[in-house]
């Protein structure tokens, strides 16, 4: 199917590239598996706009993205509240909508959560590499062209316009995402929290980090009480490969996420946070307030049934169908803002 020339980049914005669900099975290669840091978002973006859950999309992060709609384009945000502006109208999230050709689109400043999804029905149509067309960002590989987005570049799509949902699709109040200011998040013990004093284990659970400016989307360097390794315990550990999710303790004992560009590291993984709670992740901004809760196995494997259920409940029961007209807030709640 012959592709379409469909999103123009305006303005860049201070990160955005395409991203899918990632590329696995290369990590022995040192190859990380990249990929969309808020999947469930960036996956319900793609149902929204007819596409399968894996397809390629847009991450942006915080403010500063304007794309202009080179042909009518079926599109839907979701994941962060950045204030989507369709030609100085504010544009309602978590549905679907056509932008006109012609029209921009533009991502003003951050109300809550820290990175937003563009799904573009028929998918961004670029290379797939290692199976993937997420962009690897240190590497330089995959994406387009290996790199973020840049002013002037050209997307392209197969069929952006979908007939078959020109009226759109918008998500129920109940399945969208809340993104606060103050995290609780869901990990389990280990592989190496036998290696840290039964103090720094109690302070793990029970103080209260900070997110600080020094994150990314290799992991996010956390600001609070440190922890404290036993005194027999070397400051480092022979490196091995790591999961998205593990919490690692370097030498100055302030904990640090891992995300999705790292795959090897040389310090303690205190505890990881669980696959349910990964999302979230790509959604805690500088300043943001986190709080750790240990559960079991158990009960993680039943969160993250929980969340896959919702995504399968989207994939089969029809969406809240709306008119192309409605998907603008109205003036009145936009002062409100």
């Known amino acids: 199917m012959a592709a379409t020339a469909c999103i123009k980049i305006l303005a860049p914005g201070l990160q955005t590239s ?9 990590a022995r ?13 960036m996956r319900t973006g ?10 390629a999309c847009l991450e942006t992060l915080l403010m500063g993205l304007r794309i202009e709609a080179l042909s009518d384009v079926l599109i839907a ?51 797939s590499v290692l ?19 840049q002013a002037e570049d050209i997307l392209f799509a197969a069929s952006p316009h979908d007939k078959r949902f020109e009226k ?23 592989p190496q929290d036998n290696d840290f004093k039964r103090t720094a284990r109690d302070t793990f659970i029970t103080a209260t980090y900070r997110a600080s400016t020094d994150a990314d989307r290799t992991g996010i360097r956390l600001d609070g009480l440190p922890l404290e390794r036993k005194e027999d315990m070397p400051e480092s550990i022979l490196s091995e490969g790591v999961v ?10 302030k904990p640090i996420i891992i995300l999705a ?24 901004k500088p300043g943001d307030e986190i709080a750790f809760r240990t559960v079991s196995l158990e009960n993680a494997r039943k969160a993250l049934r929980e969340m896959e259920s919702k995504i399968q409940r989207l994939k089969k029961k029809p969406l809240l169908a709306s008119d192309n007209s409605n998907v603008f807030a109205e003036t009145a709640q936009l002062r409100k803002r």
């Open 18 to 26: 395409v991203q899918d669900l990632g590329r696995f099975g290369h």
């Open 29 to 41: 290669f040192g190859v990380a598996h990249s990929g969309a840091l808020d999947s469930f978002a």
């Open 46 to 55: 793609n149902l929204l706009v007819g596409n399968p859950e894996h397809e």
């Open 77 to 127: 945000v979701t994941g962060a509240d950045l204030r989507p502006m369709v030609d100085k109208r504010l544009l309602k999230m978590w549905g679907s909508c056509i932008l006109e050709k012609g029209q921009v689109l533009g991502f003003t400043q951050p109300a809550s959560g820290c990175r937003a999804y563009i799904a573009v029905g028929g998918g961004i149509k670029v290379p």
């Open 131 to 149: 199976g993937s067309k997420s962009t690897n960002l240190p590497s330089g590989f995959g994406g387009f062209e290996g790199r973020m987005l």
């Open 168 to 190: 759109g699709c918008t998500l129920t109040a109940g399945d969208i995402p809340f993104y606060p200011n103050r995290w609780n998040l869901r990990v389990m013990w280990g």
């Open 244 to 253: 998205s999710g593990s919490i690692q303790v370097p030498g100055d004992g």
């Open 261 to 284: 560009e790292t795959v090897t590291g040389g310090y303690r993984k205190i505890a990881t946070v669980i696959s349910a709670d990964m999302p979230l992740l790509g959604q805690i």
